[in-house]
């Protein structure tokens, strides 16, 4: 991720879902930021991602959260032709990576969440919880790597990912990996892809809930767990259904 | 209040209803029984308006408005209420809000004013203590987590809330320990009123314990085949479906 000058292809497994047509019109790319949560600090940051209508968007960050220390991250990713949200995090010993990213694409939006998490040392904790949303012939994808060090004992690294299409013609895509060398370690990841369960939009509608509202409802419901404390992002993303619905 | 008038419906393109007609006044309970299969859910589903359930011919009008013309939220506001069988769960969104949403939907269609959260809240309360749901249940997601009983209970409190012209409850009774059926009960009776109707579905007469209707009626193969008094559930319970329906 960070470091790369040439553009990048196919083959590169970070960039297999990419919208390349559009990393070409933007390509070199700044640098990615260098960000430090330093030793026993918590840093709390959030991005957002959603450049102009046809524009391209790429948010690229290398980030080192020292020991016992906590970075809690929320990313909200709906703007552009084509949106990237790239995260190469590197967690020392005790330290934790909290992320709640948000995906929400509509007309021929091609966007993504890349994770890298690097469990360099002992006792740290990774929780990814990733919620797509997906209109039209969107594509939106999250290609999450979970890496453990040799010596990185009593690691625990979860990942919910999880994507609701609301056009048949949309394309999710999840790709969690994970890269273990030691042997005592928590790794999950649960991917999900599905559409509005019929069930309860006709449980809403027997109420007198009218489809529109009812789409709303358990869509916001959707990713709700993955916006906790994140106000301003809810509100976002509420706005955002109101249109697209 | 209810006229059902020589309805045909499929499911799949199988016939399920065959030309059922049932009328139902203002201040009436009446019960439908019937054996498995004989189309007792579908005839709460087809009332409803769900997707998948497809009306071949017949009419239904709900105190003169053709309810067949309506989708499914607009009977609702027009004031139908449809107990489910098995209630569903929404993860995510909680009771409250829910039924919140349900009544100010409904209330909207109808060009009335929105409830006040406050006069919302003060109308849910007297109807979950009534119904012995706690508040804190009803903070919680919609019947996630809820026993079988909890679930019918929370069906009531909507029911209550909402207050529709027209309940049709689909074997509101089931899986319902004595207790839970007890509170039921007490729920369709408390709503019964002169300007209210109800339709019970079941397939059992232990719910007729309870709630004594008005008429009773046997469905077999998609029609009413017979009617009569509460006397007629007893019956029922004794000689069975075979005998009614032959």
């Keep these: 991720m960070g470091g790369m000058t040439a553009l990048p292809t196919r083959r590169d497994e970070a960039w297999r879902y990419a919208d390349l047509a559009a990393v070409a019109r933007v390509w070199p790319v700044a640098a990615p930021e260098v960000v430090v949560v330093a030793a026993g600090t918590t840093l709390t940051r959030d991005i957002l991602q959603d450049a102009a209508d046809g524009a391209v968007g790429i948010v690229q960050l ?28 590197t967690l020392g010993r005790g330290a934790h990576f909290g992320l709640g990213g948000v995906i929400l694409g509509r007309a021929e939006q091609t966007l993504e969440i890349v994770t890298t998490v690097r469990h360099a040392e002992p006792n740290a904790t990774s929780h990814q919880t990733i919620r797509t949303v997906l209109d039209d012939t969107a594509t939106g994808s999250f290609l999450g790597k979970v890496a453990v060090a040799r010596d990185a004992q009593k690691s625990d690294a979860v990942q919910s990912v999880k994507a609701l299409l609301l056009s048949r013609g949309a394309t999710a895509n999840a790709k969690p990996e994970l890269e273990i060398f030691a042997d005592d370690v928590k790794c999950a990841h649960g991917a999900t892809v599905g559409e509005l369960n019929a069930n309860a939009l006709f449980y809403l509608a027997s109420r007198g809930v009218g489809p529109v509202e009812a789409q709303a409802l358990l869509t916001e419901a959707f990713i709700a767990d993955a916006l906790t404390g994140n106000d301003a992002f809810a509100a976002r993303a509420v706005g955002w259904l109101r249109r697209t619905l | 209040m209810l006229t059902i008038t020589d309805l045909h419906a499929t499911v799949d393109g199988k016939a399920i209803l065959n030309g059922l007609s049932l009328t139902v006044a203002a201040g009436e309970v009446h019960a439908i029984m019937g054996p498995n299969g004989a189309g007792k859910s579908t005839l709460s589903y087809v009332l409803a308006g769900r997707a998948g359930y497809a009306v071949t011919g017949g009419t239904v009008t709900l105190d003169g408005t053709d309810l067949l013309a309506l989708d499914a939220h607009e009977r609702a506001a027009a004031g139908l209420f449809l107990g489910l069988q ?56 919609v019947n996630v987590g809820f026993s079988g009983g909890e679930k019918k209970r929370n069906e009531m409190v909507q029911m ?11 074997e509101t009774d089931s899986g319902l320990d004595i207790d839970a059926l007890r509170v039921v009960s007490e729920g369709i009776n408390r709503l019964r009123s002169p300007t209210t109707a109800t339709l019970l579905i079941t397939h059992y007469q232990r719910l007729l314990d309870y709630v004594v209707p008005t008429r009773v009626h046997v469905l077999v193969g998609g ?8 006397e ?13 329906a032959a």
């Design chain 1, 62 to 89: 290398d980030v080192t959260v020292e020991a016992g220390a906590r970075l809690e991250m929320t990313v909200l990713n709906c703007g552009g032709t084509y949106g990237r949200i790239a995260l190469d995090v």
């Design chain 2, 86 to 141: 098995y209630p569903v769960e929404i993860p995510g969104v909680s009771n409250l809000t829910f039924l919140r949403t349900a009544l100010n939907a409904q209330r909207r269609a109808r060009g009335e004013a929105e409830a006040s959260g406050a006069e919302f809240m003060k109308l849910v309360r007297i109807e979950a203590d009534g119904f012995g749901l706690s508040m804190d249940m009803l903070k919680r997601p």
């Design chain 2, 160 to 170: 209550a809330v909402l207050a529709p012209k027209l309940a049709v409850l689909d």
């Design chain 2, 223 to 230: 029609r009413i085949v017979r009617s009569g008094g509460p």
């Design chain 2, 232 to 244: 007629l559930a007893l019956e029922l319970e004794q000689a069975g479906y075979q005998d009614i």
